[in-house]
């Protein structure tokens, strides 16, 4: 069974940075690429950007590229995204997504992580 | 970038009867192998979206066949037949024919 188990929530400061990570299981990590999606508070989804987990290569939405950075660990079958110089703007549910390099399905969801930024 | 515009349902649909949402986007999402790279996604309350259909009309695994997408380059539908009360929620286009990805802005499905 494909698994994307996010980690926990996040209360942060403003102008603080915020690390969350996917881990995945139930496939081969290198064979997928791993999404980023934001969804703020009664608001609709927004692609962040994405991972090629085989050789890092990213790909970002404009507007993230200089808010997002998709990192991956091949030992721990782990994709992470940190955030920077956060702002209430930034406070959303986070998720991540795989899908097919072909087909770009989003088959598999994570849980979400809420992030709250706040002081 | 491609801008994907969803409509409004008149809702509530009364369970049992059909619903059909539609979609549509600013520049064709037909890429040159020919297939149509719309996805359609299913997101419940409090839950993470669900994958539907890809390809516009490829139902995901263990989706209803209650659930059809339809569509051409631009234009796309996606019919519920004999709605449930399972079926309410939010439903989002996606395109994934080039980057960035870009969602619809959603449609809201109540049932009576």
């Known amino acids: 069974e494909v698994l994307l188990q996010q980690s926990g929530a996040e209360l942060v400061r403003p102008g603080s940075s915020v690390k969350i990570s996917c881990k995945a299981s139930?496939?081969?990590?290198?064979?997928?690429?791993m999404h980023w999606v934001k969804q703020r508070p009664e608001q609709g989804l927004v692609w962040i950007g994405r991972?090629?987990?085989?050789?890092?290569?990213?790909v970002y939405a404009e507007k993230f590229k200089s808010k997002a950075t998709l990192t991956a660990d091949k030992s721990s079958n782990t994709a992470y995204m940190q955030l920077s110089s956060l702002t209430s703007e930034d406070t959303a549910t986070y998720f991540c997504t795989r899908s097919g390099r072909d087909s770009y399905a989003h088959k598999n969801w994570g849980q979400g992580v809420m992030v709250t930024v706040s002081s | 970038d491609i801008v994907m515009t969803q409509g409004v349902l008149p809702n509530p649909v009364p369970s049992g009867e059909s619903a059909s949402i539609t979609c549509r986007s600013s520049k064709s999402l037909v890429y040159k192998d020919g297939k149509t790279y719309l996805n359609w996604f299913l997101q419940r309350p409090g839950q993470s979206p669900q994958l539907l259909t890809y390809?516009?009309?490829t139902r995901a695994s263990g989706v209803s066949d209650r659930f059809s997408g339809s569509g051409s380059g631009t234009y796309f539908t996606l019919k519920i037949s004999r709605v449930r009360a399972e079926d309410a929620g939010v439903y989002y286009c996606?395109?994934?024919?080039?980057?960035?990805?870009?969602f619809g802005s959603g449609t809201k499905l109540e049932i009576k």
């Open positions: 390809w516009m009309s």
């Open positions: 139930g496939y081969t990590f290198t064979d997928y690429y």
């Open positions: 996606q395109q994934v024919r080039e980057y960035p990805l870009t």
């Open positions: 991972i090629n987990p085989a050789n890092g290569n990213t």
